[in-house]
């Protein structure tokens, strides 16, 4: 009895064993493909520690970030901060506050698709004698902070150096992305070279004074361009507000909810696509051509335009 047990307890010994090897020969036979490509799981952890990509980068709580005419000066050191001459590039998400002067210089923000960068102004000027003083290149979302009491300027060059191939920024202010205005400050933005304030996206002025001077459109938002609140002055341009986004009709809108607006401009005063929507706050145009100018839906509250 005892040698049949034991006889049966060596085959299942052999057995697990041999189990065992088959697993082995399973697992290397998976980790290569038949024409030697790398399985998923290994290509998914290259691109992931892949070196220069924005989202390495951890949050910034509330970086400080000075100009000194022909450098710049960073409170600590942060991997999401990089200086390169005259040009500083942000590539992680949170909050950097900037003061100063910069000659013929500009920030770039280069943050990954999730990211949401807050910008706030708080004494800031900024020329760029070759291309744009502010150019957000990718990010989710851009807050731009204008701090309280504060005179920011942005001037850009009235012809662009871009690499070849490329047709962007386009603007003193360009952005890939949605931008918000927000703050108590103000900002002056003077386009030399094409549009004043332009995004690809959405445009949403919530408070502050901005005043635009532009060769083209003073504000242009592709999507849309909301004006919540605060004061907006375009003081000379080709058309002053501008949306165009033909393919999508929730887009494509130009809206003033409130604020004072005022708009000189040689063209169109307000041009969209899709809609225009003037419910609340106080405009007044000087324009060359049409103070409203929308083959699509118009909405005039009594009142609040008035063409001079």
Do not use: H, W
């Not at 040698?3 to 980790?31: E, N």
């Not at 990509?53 to 100009?67: C, G, M, N, Q, R």
């Not at 998400?93 to 000659?103: A, E, I, M, R």
């Not at 165009?244 to 005063?269: H, L, N």
């Amino acid at each position: 009895m005892m040698q049949k047990r034991l006889i049966s307890l060596m085959l299942a010994a052999l057995l697990t064993l041999f189990a065992l090897a088959s697993c082995g020969d399973g697992g290397k036979t998976d980790t290569n493909d038949t024409d030697g490509t790398q399985n998923e799981s290994e290509t998914d952890t290259f691109a992931d520690t892949s070196v220069g990509e924005p989202d390495l980068y951890a949050s910034v709580s509330d970086l400080k970030i000075t100009f000194n005419g022909n450098s710049i000066s960073v409170n600590e050191d942060d991997l999401g901060v990089q200086i390169d001459g005259n040009t500083v590039t942000l590539r992680a998400s949170g909050k950097y506050t900037f003061s100063g002067t910069l000659d013929d210089g500009s920030i770039i923000v280069e943050a990954a698709k999730t990211d949401k960068v807050e910008l706030v102004f708080d004494g800031v000027n900024i020329t760029n004698s070759k291309s744009a003083p502010l150019y957000i290149k990718s990010c989710d979302k851009v807050t731009i902070i204008l701090a309280d009491g504060s005179e920011n300027i942005l001037t850009d060059a009235a012809k662009y150096e871009l690499p070849y191939g490329e047709d962007k920024p386009n603007a003193c202010l360009y952005s890939s992305e949605d931008i918000d205005f927000e703050g108590a400050g103000t900002l002056i933005v003077n386009g030399n070279y094409n549009n004043g304030i332009g995004s690809k996206n959405d445009i949403d002025i919530e408070c502050g004074i901005i005043e635009v001077r532009a060769v083209n459109n003073a504000i242009k938002g592709n999507d849309s361009v909301s004006i919540l609140g605060g004061t907006v002055r375009i003081i000379g341009a080709d058309d002053g507000i501008k949306s165009d986004t033909e393919t999508d009709p929730s887009k494509g809108f130009v809206r003033i909810e409130g604020g004072e607006v005022e708009i000189t401009a040689d063209d169109d005063a307000i041009q969209a696509y899709t809609s225009v929507s003037i419910t609340g706050g106080k405009v007044i145009t000087n324009a060359g051509g049409n103070a409203v100018n929308c083959d699509g839906s118009v909405t005039l509250a009594e009142g609040i335009l008035t063409e001079n």
